[in-house]
Nanobody, 120 residues
Framework: QVQLVESGGGLVQSGGSLRLSCAAS????????MGWYRQAPGKQRELVAS???????NYVDFVKGRFTISRDAAKNTVYLQMNSLKPEDTAVYYC??????????????WGQGTQVTVSS
């Protein structure tokens, strides 16, 4: 089992910044992919950004240029730096890591979520 503990959410004005943290109970290098998702009220959970074990970053279009995903292996922590926040970024943000077991199986672990609210 892997525990993920998120922190850093809160209330911020439009144009402001927040940094989310996701601390894992095991070395993050055991995970093939690490990512951040978000879920707004009445909407499905959606991918925001991902970071592979090899260091490849991917972002969805609506956060490109504003959000940055990074990691600190010494702290077993993944971060999401969010700048130029907009009211539409308001959501619960979830940390996700994927562990590849073999060619046919993988395990996904999720954090408990942290609320981000952006006021206009």
């Amino acid at each position: 089992q892997v525990q993920l503990v998120e922190s850093g959410g809160g209330l911020v004005q439009s144009g402001g910044s927040l940094r989310l943290s996701c601390a894992a109970s095991r070395s993050i290098f055991r995970f093939h992919v690490m990512g951040w998702y978000r879920q707004a009220p009445g909407k499905q959970r959606e991918l925001v950004a991902s970071l592979t074990k090899g260091g490849i970053r991917n972002y969805v279009d609506f956060v490109k240029g504003r959000f940055t995903i990074s990691r600190d292996a010494a702290k077993n922590t993944v971060y999401l730096q969010m700048n130029s926040l907009k009211p539409e970024d308001t959501a619960v943000y979830y940390c996700n890591v994927r562990e590849i077991l073999n060619s046919d199986a993988s395990l996904d672990y999720w954090g408990q979520g942290t609320q981000v609210t952006v006021s206009s």
